[in-house]
C-alpha cells in the first residue's frame, strides 16, 4: 500500500528540510511526498529542490495560491492508496505512517485516522494536546477532535467521496474542521492517541495569525459549528447550497457583536503572545478591553502580552 503525503509549503526555508527529513525518517518507506512552493518569497523552493529521491514529486507554483488551494491542487495528484497530511514546518515521527496504516488494517471499516501531537517551539515548554485522549473510535457526534487536524490520514476513496477543501475557507483557521466533519459523516474516524507528530509554532504562522479586519476569519470557528448545526438537524447547509448570501450575513451579524469581538481579539492576543508576536499581541488585546472593558479576562491576557512584550525588549 502507497501513502502519498501532502505538504505545502510557504516562507518555511528555517523549518522545511527538518519537515521533509521527519518524512525520509519513517520506518513505512513505500510513500510519495507530494510537496509543492506556493510562490514563497524566501529559500524555501531552493531547499525543498536540493533533495534527490525519487518518492519526493514536486509541483511548485510561481503565483501564492494560499494554503487551501495549494493542498487542493497538490491533492489532486496523489496516486497513493492512503492520503495523510504533513505541514511543512512540522515533524512526524518516524512510526508516524506505520502505526495509522496498522489502524487501518486491524479497523477495516475505519476511514480516517488521526494521532496525538504536541505544540512545540525554540525555548519553549512543550504543551501536549488532548493528553485526556485515548484511542478507539471517534464518537459521530463529537464536539472537538480527541487528534490534531494535521495528523490525518485517510483511505483515498473518502477523498474521491468527500473531495478536496471547500474554496470558502480559503485562508481561513479552521477550514479542516469542516472538512473532516463531512468526511466524519461518511466514515468512521480513528484517533491514536499515540504521540507521533510535533506542530511547530512560530512567529510567522500563517494560520495562527489575524488581523483585527479580518471578521471572516475570526468567525471561521463559529462559522463551522453553524454549518454543522444545520447538517446535524436537516442534511444540508448553506455552502452545500451554494447560499454564500447567507454566510456572509450570518459573519456580518457576528461582526456586529461587540461581546463576540471582544472574545476573539483576546483569543488571538493569547494565541500570537505564545507564538513570539508581541506587538499584534499587545495590540489584539487592547482591542478587547476597549470592546469590552467589563470582562476580566481581556485584562488578564492584555497583561500577558505586555509582559511577553518587555520580556522579548
Known sequence: MKVSIITPAY????????????ILKQTYENWELIIGDDGSTDETRRVI?????????????????GVLRMFNYLLERATGDFIMSHDADDISLPARMASQLQIFADFPEVGV?????MLFATG?????????AVSGFVASDY???????AT???????YERVGGWHPFFDRLSSM????????????????????????????????????????????????????????????????????LKAVESYVAKLGQNRSWLSEKYREY???????????????????????????????????????RALAVD
Open 11 to 22: 516562507n518555511c526555508a528555517p523549518y522545511v528540510a527538518e519537515s521533509i527529513d521527519s
Open 49 to 65: 529542490d536540493s533533495y534527490h529521491d525519487s518518492r519526493i514529486r514536486t509541483y511548485h507554483v510561481d503565483k501564492n495560491l
Open 113 to 117: 485516522c488521526g494521532t496525538g501531537g
Open 124 to 132: 519553549k515548554e512543550a504543551r501536549i494536546a488532548n493528553e485526556e
Open 143 to 149: 464536539t472537538s477532535l480527541p487528534f490534531f487536524p
Open 152 to 158: 490525518l490520514m485517510y483511505r483515498r476513496e473518502v
Open 176 to 243: 479542516d474542521q469542516y472538512w473532516i466533519f463531512l468526511m466524519s459523516e461518511k466514515y468512521k474516524m480513528y484517533n491514536l492517541a499515540e504521540l507521533l507528530y510535533l506542530a511547530r509554532i512560530h512567529a510567522t504562522s500563517n494560520h495562527r495569525s489575524v488581523q483585527m479586519t479580518d471578521i471572516k476569519k475570526l468567525a471561521s470557528w463559529d462559522i463551522y459549528k453553524e454549518l454543522r448545526r444545520q447538517r446535524e438537524q436537516t442534511g444540508t447547509d448553506w455552502l452545500e447550497q451554494g447560499d
Open 269 to 307: 492576543s493569547a494565541i500570537r503572545s505564545d507564538v513570539g508576536d508581541t506587538s499584534n499581541a499587545v495590540r489584539l488585546g487592547i482591542q478587547a478591553v476597549w470592546k469590552w472593558p467589563w470582562r476580566s479576562g481581556n485584562y488578564r491576557t492584555l497583561l500577558y502580552a505586555l509582559r
